[in-house]
């Protein structure tokens, strides 16, 4: 049967895996200097001796299907807008960014009226960009547009 | 102990002087604002923000960064406790229980609370730093790679041990998140790690590396520049702070004139040829 403890050591244990295969392409170094793969490859060997651990010993944990999935939906739209901001920053633009991510967090997850919600994301997308590039004089992003 | 005593009301007579105040109160705010912008933390914001104290004396300067990174500290928790998106790392915690309030209607209590507990904290903290900085500066010296790495462990078995419930996981996570870590470049080397290419993630033909150097101000009279060149190779040929930074595999080195020149332009030249290589893909 598939439970949560089952689950999550097993994707620990992949996990290790993975980046065990990948470190192959990195100098591991000697015992005395140790090189960029040291430290990845003996976090990935721990992690796997726990993730086969904790997964040997999940029997008796919760089953996956009775887990109710309510804040997944919110974790993943944060980690989504947080990763849309890294790549966009730079490519669209300080004022464009931070007004798409702001508006879509205070329209999709706050669940605001579009008026206020377009509202806060202007004043603080173009105010902020007004104090810190203008006033404070700190360079950001403008992106192809110029914004 | 006097001395500590000593310092802290020569370090409250220069932050009380006049107009020195405000500053602290403007970079508490700026930090409050850069805190409540998810994704940008205390380090971040100090860094976006050190143009703006460009134009300030030392002092000022100095006082308004401190005011910003506290600033940042508390603002993160805002978001945590009205939106449940915490500002910066430190305030996670802070979606759990501030939230909560929030949804109850007691925001403005949980709010209260953040602050207080973040001055509190920050004050004793202060203190703390005050008292056992100088001991500790002396005992760090004596710190090297084993030492590090017992100290890692002994913090993931703290963590783990006080995070109760199953060790295993609490490890697991542990090592989840320090695998995490592992991506962009590894600071004893300068290799960059599980990269791919993302350019946010920093790109093998941009990397810098640290070095440190004591310029003088253009006109400095020479009895000065040579009083500091003989007390700067004495510190870096001194053999106890040479053993200390041996351990931590770091090469000292005393450069100066055409010689130091010499590796500034070529560290320069090495440097801007990566950039333009950025640029290049960049633009593709």
């Keep these: 049967m598939l439970t949560v403890d089952r689950v999550g050591g097993g994707a620990l244990a992949l996990l290790a895996v993975v980046v065990l295969w990948e470190s192959r392409a990195l100098p591991l170094g000697v015992w005395r200097n140790p090189g960029p793969a040291a430290m990845p490859v003996a976090l990935a060997l721990g992690a796997l001796v726990l993730g086969v651990l904790i997964a040997l010993g999940g029997g008796r944990s919760e089953p996956l299907a009775a887990v109710g999935w309510g804040e997944a939906r919110h974790a993943l739209v944060i980690l989504g807008a947080c990763a849309f901001a890294a790549l966009a920053l730079e490519r669209l633009g300080y004022r464009l960014t931070m007004f798409l991510l702001l508006a879509f967090l205070v329209r999709a997850v706050e669940r605001r009226s579009l008026p206020a919600a377009a509202a806060f994301a202007v004043g603080l997308a173009w105010g902020s960009f007004h104090l810190f590039n203008t006033l404070l004089r700190v360079p950001l992003p403008r992106g192809p547009w110029g914004l | ?284």
């Design chain 2, 1 to 284: 102990m006097l001395e500590t005593l000593h310092n802290l009301s020569l370090g409250f007579g220069v932050a009380l002087g006049p107009g020195v105040l405000l500053y602290a109160f403007a970079g508490c705010v700026i930090g409050t604002l850069v805190g409540e912008l998810p994704g940008v933390g205390p380090l971040a914001g100090i860094s976006l923000l050190l143009p703006a104290t460009f134009g300030l004396d030392a002092t000022r300067a100095v006082v308004m960064l401190a005011g910003i990174y506290y600033g940042a500290m508390y603002g993160g928790s805002t978001t945590s406790i009205l939106m449940r998106i915490p500002g910066e790392a430190a305030s996670v915690m802070t979606c759990i229980d501030g939230y909560a309030m929030a949804r109850k209607g007691r925001a403005g209590a949980a709010l209260a609370i953040a602050a207080t507990g973040s001055f509190v904290a920050g004050t004793a903290s202060v203190v703390a730093l005050m008292l056992l900085a100088p001991p500790l500066a002396d005992f760090a010296l004596r710190f090297g790679p084993p030492e590090y790495t017992a100290l890692l462990l002994l913090g993931l078995l703290v963590l783990a041990y006080m995070s109760g419930g199953s060790m295993l996981k609490s490890l697991g996570m542990a090592a989840l998140g320090l695998l995490l870590g592992m991506v962009g470049i590894d600071q004893m080397s300068g290799y960059f790690r599980f990269a791919y290419g993302v350019v946010e993630l920093g790109y093998p033909d941009a990397e810098s590396y640290i070095w440190a150097g004591l310029f003088a101000p253009r006109g400095t009279p020479e009895p000065v520049l040579a009083r500091l060149r003989d007390t700067l190779r004495l510190a870096v040929e001194d053999a106890e702070f040479k053993q200390a930074m041996g351990k931590l595999e770091t090469p000292v080195a005393f450069k100066q004139g055409e010689e130091f020149q010499r590796f500034f332009d070529a560290d320069a030249k090495r440097l801007a040829a990566g950039v333009r290589k950025v640029g290049k893909i960049e633009q593709k």
